[in-house]
Each structure stands twice: as C-alpha cells, then as structure tokens.
C-alpha cells in the first residue's frame, strides 16, 4: 500500500519533550514571553520578544481575539466519608449562565463518585452526582441558594493537568487575559495572555484594527487523539458567537488588502466555523466541533498567534495545518533546542 504523507497520522505528532520547560508559571511580565516568529514563504525562523510583535503586523490589518473569561470551575470537596472529591464544572446543560443548577462535569475519584452521592464543598454549597454520560462526565447538580455566586467564592482556577501545583492568588490574574469579558471557559485562549493594555494600544495606534470572537473553551481542548488516523477522531464541541459587527470589520480589512491574525487556536477555530468558500465571514452563534487539520487548508486568517502544545493534541494538527506539517516540525525541533517554554504559561510563536 502507499505511504500516507507525513501529518496524516496521529503518530506524526509525538516529539520528546524535557519535562523542565513544561513552564509550571508565567513569565514576570506578559509580554516579555518569548516570540518565535515563522515565516512560510522562506521558511525561515527568527527570535524575538512578544513586546516585538508590532513589528510584524501593518496597518490595516485584523487582531482577532477571544473574549472569552475563565471562571471558577475546579470545586475541592468531601465525600460523605469525609475523603476528598473533586468536581469540575465543563458547561451549563441548558444556557451559558454559571448561575444554572445543572451542569456537565467531570469528577475524580470516578468510581467511588456514583449517581446520588454528594459532594461538600462548603456548608452552603454540595454538588449531588447525577446520570453518567458518554465518556465519563456526569451531571451534576448543584446544591446552593446562588450557584454563580457560590462557584466565585469557592471554586479555584481550573489549572490544566500539566501544571503541577495547585492554583494560587497569581493565577487568578495570569491566567486570564487582560480583554476578558465573559465567563464561560474551564481553560485560558493562551496565546492571549501575552497581551498587556500597552502592547494593545500600540497595535491600534499602529493602525491594527481589533476584532472580537467568542467562544468558550471546554476540558476537551486537552484531549489527545487516541486513534490511529485523526479523521476517525470525534472532536469536541464548544460554544462560540461571531457578531456581525466582527464580520463586517474583517470583510473589509480582507476587501482592503490587510492581513487577519488570529490570536490563538480557538479564535482560528471560531474564524475556520464562520468563513465561506469565497473568503467571506458570516454572523452567526452556534456550536462548533470544526477539526482543522493536513491536508485540510485554512481560510479564515492569514497569520496565527499560538502556544506550544501538547503531542497528539487537536491543536497541534491545526499548526501543521496553518504553517505545513514538516515546517512546525522543525520549529517545534528549534523549540526544544532553544529552550523555549511549552503550553498555558509558555512562549508564543507567530506563524506568518
């Protein structure tokens, strides 16, 4: 049988990766990150600091960012044992407010977790564990007078698994972007926390046009692809609204001849669910479960602003399928031989 091109299979995308540069914290300030800068055309790479990214954007170009706002949702508890339980809150079944009563979750330990227990978090707060759905997760239901209020008080910044220490009084500040809007996310848009308020005004004062997405990242972001061909990969689904006034702005930027810079895969991901086959974005709210990966092309943004992520991971297939698979290859080679930082808390790279 012929040989499948390189990036067709998920085997394609395991790399070593010393455990020493998964950063376990954030840089001293935003934008002093560093910026690995990949130039497709040439093939070329360079090395900079976020701070310098202006340099590689124009005027009249687009800056795509997810407003999205992680909320509360790891809740630490006890089982009526007394041993500890965990709960953490993936989405609302019906709506987007956190102040719903029931939601989907997931819960540890599993087994012991069965259908009609409890979990205490605080003495006016219990979680009661309902049906177990497809893939683990359960409903839960939430036993309080005011649920958002309750998950505000009592919940903790849902760190990924990689990050090994619990959550701190930083974290609630660093691992949120500075454009943050609304709550919705169990997990950061990390390439936007590179961002400061200064290096935003800079860019629009440069003539760089700021467009706004929304689309809540769920836990199936950290998912790695479990089988041997990605297409027979079931991708998870996640919430996103595109406004019409964002469309309009990013019709004419393209119309103009400017450049769209998606900042992050689920900004990228959100403009690949809106785009048309003529290049044209269209309003619209919805869910998506789009799975951008080689051969598939990108439409939706000229340049991509993104995180080093996980082998096997959704994620990385879509930077093969924005820059080409054997180009990120090597920049993830460069990566580990320059010692870049990897993941949430990590470095930045800019595919241009």
């Known amino acids: 049988m012929p040989r499948r091109p390189d990036g067709t299979r998920t085997a394609d995308y395991d790399f070593p990766l010393p455990t020493d540069l998964i950063a376990q914290t954030p840089a001293a300030r935003r934008d002093e990150s560093r910026l690995m800068v990949i130039d497709r055309a040439s093939g070329t790479i360079t090395h900079r600091i976020f701070r310098d990214l202006p340099a590689s954007l124009s005027a009249g170009d687009a800056l795509v960012l997810n407003t999205t706002r992680v909320f509360r949702a790891r809740l630490l508890g006890t089982r009526a044992s007394g041993a500890p339980a965990e709960v953490l809150l993936l989405h609302p079944i019906e709506g987007h407010s956190l102040d719903a009563t029931t939601w989907e979750a997931m819960v540890q330990p599993g087994a012991k977790l069965k259908p009609g227990r409890v979990v205490t978090i605080a003495s006016d707060f219990s979680v009661e564990i309902g049906e177990v759905l497809e893939g683990g997760t359960r409903i839960v239901h939430l036993r309080t007078a005011h649920p958002a209020e309750a998950i505000a008080r009592h919940g903790h910044v ?110 990228l991901r959100t403009l690949e669910t809106v785009v048309g086959a003529d290049g044209r974005y269209e309003a619209s709210t919805g869910e998506t479960d789009i799975f951008i990966r080689p051969p598939t092309p990108v439409r939706g943004a000229d340049h991509l602003i993104t995180n080093f992520h996980l082998p096997r991971s959704t994620l990385l297939m879509l930077v093969a399928a924005m820059a080409g698979y054997d180009l990120i290859r090597h920049a993830y080679e460069v990566a580990v031989h320059e010692r870049y930082r990897f993941y949430s808390y990590g470095d930045a790279m800019l595919i241009r």
């Open 158 to 267: 849902p760190l990924p698994p990689y990050i090994e220490r619990a959550d701190g009084a930083t974290d609630v500040e660093r691992y949120q972007t500075v454009f943050a809007k609304q709550e919705g996310s169990v997990a950061a848009p990390t390439a936007g926390l590179h961002f400061t308020p200064a290096l935003l005004a800079t860019l629009e004062a440069q003539g760089v046009r700021r467009a706004e997405v929304l689309l809540h990242v769920g836990a199936g972001t950290f998912k790695p692809v479990e089988v041997d061909d990605p297409a027979q990969h079931t991708m998870h689904r996640e919430w996103y609204a595109f406004p019409e006034g964002t469309a309009n702005l990013l019709n004419a930027t393209r119309a103009a001849g400017g450049r769209i810079c998606a900042v992050g895969t689920t900004a």
